[in-house]
């Protein structure tokens, strides 16, 4: 079942669309033979900033509201209020200008600019939290979080907003296994050995693996984190500092909607790590991601480099670079 099946972008060459609704999802899985050469083990990602709002939350963000229409928690002129990093609120403000809901962005002063200045764009308002005294500008902490999250719900309480909460919202999990998971299995053949994602709500993750497992129980499935805060793996019980540059992933927390049966290992990547991968990924595949992209890709190529020759290790380039122009991941 897909989640919005009237909107779901199946055939996206081959007919027209009723609305840019139509383009969420399907996107292109790439093998990045050029950056994986060598290896044992061969990387395939797929390239989520094909979506309208260039990233992997336009899938959320329509089966969320979707469901919502359903449930009737929205209404025809409802407002939207959700906590974003960006991207999530960049995806909900796709949905409510096609579908005239007026939407609230909250987010932490630390998510990048573009992200802020493309969520207006889009008819959003944004709600900016200042970060916590000791965070840094471009990185967001669980402290900065826990800020922008009270900033939330006193505004949900205020408007009697519909709130896709996706943190806790089942439908962050099912549309990944019932769109992304599911796309990755057939792009791939069925041959895919091993996926790999970072985790923000963890809904990409527990969706697609999900799905991959629930095709074929032996697929390995890998959670990466911030090598600054291995906090899901259980990593060092007093990490005093969860500032990284990862964004939209690492908030030292177990997301609610976490399924730690599903977690084959764990990879931690560090933020040079990162940055240099998504460099490479430009360079060397023509990708244009995100600092999670670049995250995501150094972790399936540590398995590729231990893997058995030809498995195929898939990933997600969660975003973008375009939204990190004002950022050191691609310096001047
Ligand atoms: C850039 C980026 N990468 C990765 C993620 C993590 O995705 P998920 O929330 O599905 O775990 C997010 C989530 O917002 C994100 O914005």
Redesign the pocket.
Same mark, same amino acid.
């Given at each position: 079942m897909l989640p919005h099946p009237a909107c779901y972008s199946e055939h996206i060459v081959s007919t027209m669309l009723d609305s840019v609704l139509g383009a969420i999802g399907a996107t292109p899985l790439v093998a990045l033979d050029r950056l994986a050469e060598g290896l044992p083990g061969r990387v395939v990602a797929k390239l989520e900033y094909y979506s309208p709002g260039a990233?992997?939350?336009d899938r959320?963000a329509l089966a969320v509201i979707a469901a919502a229409e359903r449930s009737g928690e929205l209404r025809p002129g409802g407002t939207v209020v959700e906590l974003?990093?960006?991207?999530?609120g960049t995806g909900l403000a796709v949905v409510c200008a096609v579908k005239g809901y007026r939407m609230i962005a909250v987010m932490s002063a630390g998510n990048s600019l573009e992200r802020r200045r493309m969520l207006e764009a889009l008819g959003a308002q944004v709600e900016l939290v200042p970060q916590a005294s000791g965070s840094l500008p471009g990185q967001v902490s669980g402290e900065d979080l826990c800020l922008v999250e009270a900033r939330t719900q006193a505004l949900v309480a205020e408007l009697g907003a519909y709130r896709p909460n996706?943190?806790h919202n089942p439908h &962050?999990v099912t549309a990944?296994q019932e769109t992304t998971g599911r796309e990755i299995w057939e792009q791939s053949g069925g041959q895919v050995a091993a996926f790999v994602?970072?985790?923000?709500?963890?809904?990409?993750?527990?969706?697609v693996a999900r799905a991959l497992k629930g095709r074929n129980p032996a697929v390995r499935c890998y959670a990466a984190e911030p090598a600054a805060v291995p906090f899901i793996s259980g990593g060092p019980a007093a990490v005093s500092n969860t500032s990284h540059k990862?964004?939209?992933?690492g908030y030292a927390m177990i997301?609610p909607l976490w399924q730690p049966e599903l977690v084959d290992g764990f990879l931690t990547v560090a933020d040079g790590a990162a940055i240099d991968v998504a460099r490479r990924l430009a360079t060397r595949e023509g990708i244009f991601g995100?600092?999670?992209?670049g &995250?995501?890709v150094a972790a399936a190529m540590e398995l590729a480099r231990t893997s058995a020759p030809g498995d195929l290790i898939a990933t997600?380039i969660?975003?973008s670079g375009l939204?990190y122009l004002s950022t050191d991941l691609f310096p001047e």
């Amino acid at each position: 079942m897909l989640p919005h099946p009237a909107c779901y972008s199946e055939h996206i060459v081959s007919t027209m669309l009723d609305s840019v609704l139509g383009a969420i999802g399907a996107t292109p899985l790439v093998a990045l033979d050029r950056l994986a050469e060598g290896l044992p083990g061969r990387v395939v990602a797929k390239l989520e900033y094909y979506s309208p709002g260039a990233s992997v939350k336009d899938r959320v963000a329509l089966a969320v509201i979707a469901a919502a229409e359903r449930s009737g928690e929205l209404r025809p002129g409802g407002t939207v209020v959700e906590l974003t990093s960006g991207n999530m609120g960049t995806g909900l403000a796709v949905v409510c200008a096609v579908k005239g809901y007026r939407m609230i962005a909250v987010m932490s002063a630390g998510n990048s600019l573009e992200r802020r200045r493309m969520l207006e764009a889009l008819g959003a308002q944004v709600e900016l939290v200042p970060q916590a005294s000791g965070s840094l500008p471009g990185q967001v902490s669980g402290e900065d979080l826990c800020l922008v999250e009270a900033r939330t719900q006193a505004l949900v309480a205020e408007l009697g907003a519909y709130r896709p909460n996706q943190f806790h919202n089942p439908h &962050a999990v099912t549309a990944h296994q019932e769109t992304t998971g599911r796309e990755i299995w057939e792009q791939s053949g069925g041959q895919v050995a091993a996926f790999v994602a970072s985790v923000g709500t963890g809904g990409t993750f527990v969706g697609v693996a999900r799905a991959l497992k629930g095709r074929n129980p032996a697929v390995r499935c890998y959670a990466a984190e911030p090598a600054a805060v291995p906090f899901i793996s259980g990593g060092p019980a007093a990490v005093s500092n969860t500032s990284h540059k990862i964004q939209g992933t690492g908030y030292a927390m177990i997301p609610p909607l976490w399924q730690p049966e599903l977690v084959d290992g764990f990879l931690t990547v560090a933020d040079g790590a990162a940055i240099d991968v998504a460099r490479r990924l430009a360079t060397r595949e023509g990708i244009f991601g995100g600092f999670s992209g670049g &995250a995501n890709v150094a972790a399936a190529m540590e398995l590729a480099r231990t893997s058995a020759p030809g498995d195929l290790i898939a990933t997600v380039i969660c975003d973008s670079g375009l939204k990190y122009l004002s950022t050191d991941l691609f310096p001047e």
